[in-house]
Structure formats: structure tokens, C-alpha cells
């Protein structure tokens, strides 16, 4: 059983990532919209829904989740990191679209939509689909479940509303306006085109969608200046996921409990693209309104001078509500 510590986060987890940190090894991420919790898909891979393993995360629970055996998550003296979201919203999802999730967990307080459903294009078209949310979804990720498929990833920094990302790769952002295009969400559905890792005919899809909430969560871009960048949030973000754009390189995992046993957070580093243990990094600061990149950032993978990037950037719990009042302190 693993617990959640308290004095930082009290809830009952609906997504939960897992990596290893000491040793390379495929990331894990379970849902609680399956009732077998054991399936879960690889944000490194592009393999399909594995449902053999019973020995992966077998139950949420009111403060935690619980795992078997299995080695990539459970090892002996192995060190692992878990990032987890709360939905909590199972019925009554409402609006006007093509597709309702055939299953969906959603928190419309901060921004996060877990759904399941299948796809309908035999050819070319588009169809949304709902995420309750009751509003605009500035980033999200969708991956077929029963077959091979590359992981879709839609970001409102990027420079066209067609352009989609790769989770599970280092590439440039593509043109998919022919086929597998992620177009402009609204407050009610994301729109998808037909193609493989969005909406084909009676295959199985899990979305990720994640709207933007203050004193939350952030989604932004930035231009490096090959020194020290500061970007400011509101918050003290728990964890930032950055890929750069204007060239080939991977996703970048920072969050706040992987420090380097000096008491300084985010001095590790993670790769969602990549099957690799953690690297010491300490180009990288989290602070109580922002994260800063100092030099390069690792290989100019996070700050080099004149090279665009994106990020998504999480706090451990809402700070302010929604008026952008400050909750009080616990």
C-alpha cells in the first residue's frame, strides 16, 4: 500500500503514472475507470493496453493506491515516483457532442478529465467527444487502447490548431489536418479527426484532458534566452512537463519530491518519451510562483537561446479558488 503523506496531499487517486527512477524501465499509467486496475498503458510506448498483469496496481484506494509484484513497479529497493490526479465525477457528464465516454472521471475544480470511449470514422470527418469540464481544454493526450498506436498530445502553444505532439517521442510538432488532427476544444468536447491514435472505427481510446485553473495548473510556451529563465505561474508547481518544439528532443519530467538529498526539489530529472532512469539535474529550480531554468537546461532540452518550448505545470492542490481568492491555510 502507498500512501499519500497528509501534510501534502489527502485524496483518492483516478490517474496514477509510475516510473523507476534507479533503473531504466517502461512508465506505467493506471486508471480507475477499468474495473480490472491492473490495465494500464505505457507513455514510452506505443504498444497497446497491457491486461495480463495482475501483478501491477491492483486498487485505488481513499488516500493511496496498492500494487502487486510486478518488477517495473515494485522491485526490490528500487526507487519509483508516482504522479497522481484526482477526477472523482462519474455520471451526469452533459453537452452537445458526437461521442459520450463510454466511462469518464472528471474534477471540474481542477481542470482534469479522464475518459474512455470508441471511435466512429471509417475514413475521413471529425467528432467530438465530451470531457465535462464546463471549460476549454488547454492541453490533451489521447491513445488508442486495443491496438499499436502512437500517443496524441494537443497544446494550445502550439502554432496551429492541427498540430499535434508525440508523448511516447522526441519529434517536432506534425500537420495532422489530413488525418489524426486535434483541432480547437470548447467547453464541452474535444474535436477529433480521424486517424489512429484519435478516432478510428470500433477502436478504444483513453483521453487525458486537462483546462487551465488558477492557483492549479498552467499551459504556456516560452523562448529560450540560454541563461537563466524564469517562468511565473502563480503557484509552486509539484510537477512541469516540458518539450521543446523547434526541434527533436524529449519531454522533460521535474516535479517536487525527487530532490538531491540536500532538501532542493527537482534536481532529478525523467523522460516521458524515454525508458531511462533518472539524471541528476540541476539546471532546474521550483519556486513558490514559478520554476526556473538556469544555463541550457540539460543539452539546451529546456532553455537554449532562440528555441520555442512548451510546458504544463501542476500544483499539489488548488491555492486559490476560483475568483482567484487565496484558500485558507490548513
Known amino acids: 500500500a502507498i500512501t499519500f503523506d497528509d501534510t501534502d496531499t489527502n485524496m483518492q487517486p483516478d490517474l496514477v503514472w509510475i516510473k523507476t527512477r534507479s533503473n531504466s524501465s517502461n512508465h506505467q499509467m493506471h486508471n480507475s475507470l477499468t474495473s480490472e486496475t491492473y490495465h494500464y498503458l505505457r507513455p514510452n510506448s506505443n504498444v497497446a493496453e497491457i491486461t495480463s498483469n495482475s501483478d501491477a496496481l491492483t486498487a485505488f484506494g481513499s488516500d493511496g493506491f496498492t500494487i502487486g509484484n510486478d518488477g517495473v513497479i515494485n522491485e526490490n529497493n528500487y526507487t ?31 481542470g482534469v478529465s479522464i475518459i474512455q470511449y470508441t471511435g466512429t470514422l471509417s475514413s475521413s470527418g471529425t467528432d467530438t467527444v465530451l470531457h465535462g469540464l464546463g471549460a476549454v481544454p488547454k492541453f490533451f493526450i489521447t491513445k488508442q487502447r486495443n491496438s499499436t498506436s502512437v500517443w496524441y498530445v494537443w497544446h494550445t502553444g502550439l502554432t496551429s490548431i492541427n498540430y499535434r505532439l508525440n508523448l511516447n ?48 495548473s498552467k499551459f504556456g510556451t ?13 503557484f509552486r508547481p509539484a510537477l512541469v512537463l516540458i518539450k521543446k518544439t523547434s526541434a527533436t528532443a524529449d519531454w522533460q519530467n521535474i ?76
Open 222 to 234: 516560452y523562448t529560450g534566452n540560454g541563461s537563466d529563465l524564469f517562468m511565473y505561474l502563480g
Open 255 to 330: 516535479d517536487n519530491k525527487r530532490g538531491d538529498g540536500n532538501g532542493n526539489a527537482a534536481h532529478r530529472l525523467l523522460w516521458a518519451s524515454t525508458s531511462d532512469a533518472e539524471s541528476p539535474d540541476y539546471e532546474q529550480d521550483l519556486l513558490s510562483n514559478g520554476f526556473r531554468i538556469k544555463h541550457g537546461g540539460e543539452g539546451n532540452h529546456r532553455n537554449e537561446a532562440g528555441a520555442t518550448y512548451i510546458f504544463a505545470a501542476f500544483a499539489e492542490q488548488p491555492l486559490v479558488n476560483s475568483n482567484g481568492v487565496p484558500c485558507n491555510a490548513r
Open 80 to 110: 519509483y515516483v508516482a504522479w497522481c490526479w484526482k477526477g472523482g465525477t462519474t455520471s451526469g457528464i452533459s453537452g452537445s457532442g458526437d461521442i459520450t465516454p463510454s466511462a469518464y472521471s472528471f474534477n471540474q475544480t481542477s
Open 169 to 216: 517521442a522526441n519529434a517536432t510538432p506534425a500537420d495532422g489536418s489530413g488525418n489524426g488532427s486535434m483541432s480547437n476544444p470548447t467547453s464541452t468536447v474535444i474535436d477529433t479527426n480521424h486517424g489512429g491514435g484519435l478516432n478510428e472505427s470500433s477502436q478504444t481510446y483513453q483521453g487525458l484532458i486537462f483546462a487551465e485553473k488558477q492557483g492549479f
